[in-house]
């Protein structure tokens, strides 16, 4: 069965950095593009990034756009998505979601979900 696992979440504080990891199974990571999303207490979950599986094409939100960085398949770790986080803001708060992903006006889910990890930006 399909399973995207989440991981790297944690409490920073506002200038600071994270790195969040996505371990992908049971599909064919190449097939798909592989995304993040994010859901903030009282607000709907958002597309934050995408990487096209294609050529590694990458879309973000124009929230994340130069302090965010999606990369994929680096290093050892085989058939994991990576989002770098820099420069974080308490906006930034919320849980983030790995996913399955396509992009048109925005970035927008294509059917798989992974479990959420929570990141939190003391001011």
């Known amino acids: 069965d399909v399973q995207l696992q989440a991981s790297g979440g944690g409490l920073v504080q506002a200038g600071g950095s994270l790195r969040l990891s996505c371990a992908a199974s049971g599909f064919t990571f190449d097939d798909y593009a592989i995304g993040w999303f994010r859901q903030a207490p009282g607000k709907e979950r958002e597309g934050v990034s995408c990487i096209l599986s294609s050529d590694g094409e990458t879309y973000y939100a124009d929230s994340v756009k130069g302090r965010f960085t999606i990369s994929r398949n680096k290093g050892r770790n085989r058939n994991t998505v990576y989002l770098q986080m820099n420069s974080l803001k308490p906006e930034d708060t919320a849980v983030y979601y790995c996913?399955?992903?396509?992009?048109?006006?925005?970035?927008?889910?294509?059917?798989?979900w992974g479990k959420g990890t929570q990141v939190t930006v003391s001011s």
């Open positions: 996913a399955t992903c396509g992009v048109g006006d925005r970035v927008y889910n294509t059917g798989y």
